[in-house]
């Protein structure tokens, strides 16, 4: 990744060695205007990157190192793919420094620090700093991120799930009172840790729901779509895991207000010029597999029946455009960049 381009983006990484931090370097690697400096990792200092993950050998020749502000003060940009509260235990020294960050973790993307408390189960480390963070998700915030110093991007489920009712909101269609997503994610989408639930043996050839009572990404997209309605919109949020390894469906249900209105077109329309937003036609609807390792959101809406309900089908790669695509997408608009450099990535199929 080291280039003698001057104007290279000079990057560090905060808790590389999961699912998620692997996904970014394996972005960043193929990404013309970046030369990534530091990647930190307590655990794992002293061992080269290559080792832990041999997929990046050739591309990737740093070593993990315990985090140090004054080295990833130096960089012009820092992500954070580490669990909650770690990026609010560095947040106020960090931001002393000349440097934009990234956050993918999900420190600063709710406003309300009661709520992120009871949700996630701690004090929140940084409130000061939860004001200043703008919410990561391009195709509603794009001239927000561009001035922003720290970012928080969207969860996985809140990206599939906010993009598939976008438009039906901001035109004003549905009822805000009871909107339904029944969200399927593929097992990366719990981190890559030693837990029973994610063996092999456990989830594969099964299909199960979790969270039911309550997912703490119900707040986030929650309020999300409140800001896009500008009023209270009440979600029933219930996630499943699926038993294949990365991928999200999210399958959201609404009533409509308005039925005289052609669906497609409104869909179109809203995003004829977003590059990582594909509305597919009429009658084909997406699939997991077709978006893997891409940083593209499919959506199809439908009408069953000409009814008042109304479907629409969202599918990401979990860990692309819900996690690190999206985050290197943040990152261009940041720096000036086109949205879709270093994210040319056709999904692998099969």
Not at 286 to 295: C, E, S
Not at 313 to 320: A, E, G, K, Q, R
Request: charged share 15%; glycine share 10%.
């Amino acid at each position: 990744m080291t280039s003698s381009v001057a104007k290279q983006i000079q990057v560090g990484i905060v808790g590389a060695t999961g699912y998620t931090g692997v996904e970014l370097l394996r972005l960043l690697a193929g990404h013309p205007h970046v030369d990534v400096r530091v990647i930190t990792s307590r655990g794992e200092k002293g061992l080269p990157v290559a080792e832990l993950y041999p997929s990046l050998r050739g591309h990737v020749d740093l070593s993990f190192v315990e985090p140090d502000n004054e080295a990833l003060g130096a960089c012009d940009v820092v992500f954070f793919a580490t669990p909650h509260g770690v990026a609010q235990s560095m947040m106020s020294d960090l931001m002393k420094y000349d440097v934009k960050v990234i956050d993918l973790s999900a420190d600063f993307r709710i406003k309300d620090i009661a709520l992120w408390e009871k949700w996630y189960g701690q004090k929140h480390g940084a409130p000061q700093w939860v004001g200043e963070a703008v919410y990561g998700l391009p195709e509603v915030n794009r001239a927000q991120i561009a001035k922003a110093k720290l970012i928080a991007v969207p969860g996985c489920y809140p990206t599939s799930v906010q993009l598939g009712f976008l438009p039906l909101i901001e035109a004003g269609l549905i009822n805000l009172n009871s909107l339904i997503a029944n969200s399927a994610s593929g097992v990366s989408g719990a981190g890559r840790q030693a837990k029973i639930d994610n063996l092999f043996s456990e989830m594969g050839e099964s299909f199960k729901a979790y969270g039911v009572a309550g997912h703490r990404h119900l707040p986030e997209i929650e309020q999300g779509l409140s800001v896009l309605a500008n009023q209270k919109v009440n979600l029933t949020f219930v996630p499943h895991l699926l038993p294949l390894t990365r991928g999200i469906h999210s399958t959201l249900y609404a009533t409509l207000t308005k039925t005289s209105v052609d669906l497609q077109s409104v869909y179109e329309a809203r995003f004829k010029n977003e590059p990582f937003v594909d509305v597919l036609p009429a009658g084909v609807f997406p699939q997991t597999r077709t978006v893997k390792g891409a940083n593209i959101c499919q959506l199809a809406v439908v009408r069953p029946q000409g009814r008042d309900t109304v479907v629409v089908l969202s599918v990401i790669d979990n860990l692309t455009k819900g996690a690190a695509g999206q985050a290197v997408q943040c990152m261009n608009i940041v720096r000036g960049l086109p949205e879709t450099t270093g994210l040319h990535h056709i999904g692998l199929v099969p």
